[in-house]
């Protein structure tokens, strides 16, 4: 079975910050590799997804995600974050062909205006 | 989006007492699946189902808990005999495949909280 882990669960950062979070995960075949964001009060919704081709994705809101192979990572990253990014981020994970997923315990991060 | 719909979205139980939640797929979506969030932890995978048809349950807890997804209505995930452990927030996703190329929509989760 796959497992997920996300590191600094509570991240606080200043408005133009760059934010990055990392994720890694324990599984050796083929993986689907995702990120969600949580906003307060709303339901999870898809940043960005990984299944084959360049390793670099590009989400939603900014965000880019990078898969490396070698190092069971997809970490996600922005430039500068604003005060809307305010929300709790997953990362997920899924065997090939399938849609269940594997959840990280979240990042819960808060930008200051 | 707003397209899957779990209710209720707060529900407080006793203990002993029977949970029933209920999750309306978005339109056009047969593939459900449920995860459970214990504090302080990820969503867990429970249950997928497809209409009329539990397809994984290899996350559901063996006793109290089971799910059913009819051919019409809601999905329900019903929790017998509910304990504080059960305590979590519940949610549902929908999609129209089970390939991940077929995104999975969230709904905005049911938190159950027994006293």
């Known amino acids: 079975a796959q497992s997920v882990s996300q590191h600094n669960h509570h991240v606080i950062l200043s408005e133009a910050a760059s934010l990055e979070l990392g994720c890694n995960y324990s599984y050796g075949g083929t993986v689907n590799l995702f990120w969600y964001v949580q906003y307060p009060g709303q339901h999870l919704q898809l940043l960005l997804k990984y299944f084959s081709g360049d390793p670099l994705v590009k989400g939603i809101k900014g965000f880019e995600a990078e898969f490396i192979k070698s190092k069971f990572s997809f970490n996600l990253r922005k430039p500068s974050v604003q005060w809307s990014d305010t929300a709790e981020y997953f990362c997920?994970?899924?065997?090939?062909?399938?849609?269940?997923?594997?959840f990280g315990k979240g990042n819960q991060v808060v930008v200051i205006p | 989006n707003a397209g899957v719909m779990q209710n209720p979205r707060h529900l407080v139980r006793r203990r002993g007492q029977e949970a029933r939640l209920r999750c309306s797929p978005m339109k056009g979506h047969s593939h459900v699946y449920w995860y459970r969030q214990l504090p302080e932890e990820g969503l867990k995978f429970m249950v997928y189902?497809?209409?009329?048809?539990?397809?994984?349950e290899s996350g559901m807890p063996k006793e109290r808990f089971s799910a059913e997804f009819p051919k019409e209505g809601p999905s329900i995930l019903r929790i017998q005999q509910v304990v504080r452990g059960d305590s979590a927030a519940y949610f549902c996703?929908?999609?129209?495949?089970?390939?991940?190329?077929?995104?999975?929509?969230f709904g905005q989760g049911t938190r159950l909280t027994v006293v």
């Open positions: 189902l497809q209409k009329e048809n539990i397809i994984d």
């Open positions: 997920a994970v899924s065997s090939y062909g399938n849609n269940r997923l594997a």
């Open positions: 996703a929908s999609s129209q495949g089970e390939s991940p190329l077929a995104e999975a929509f």
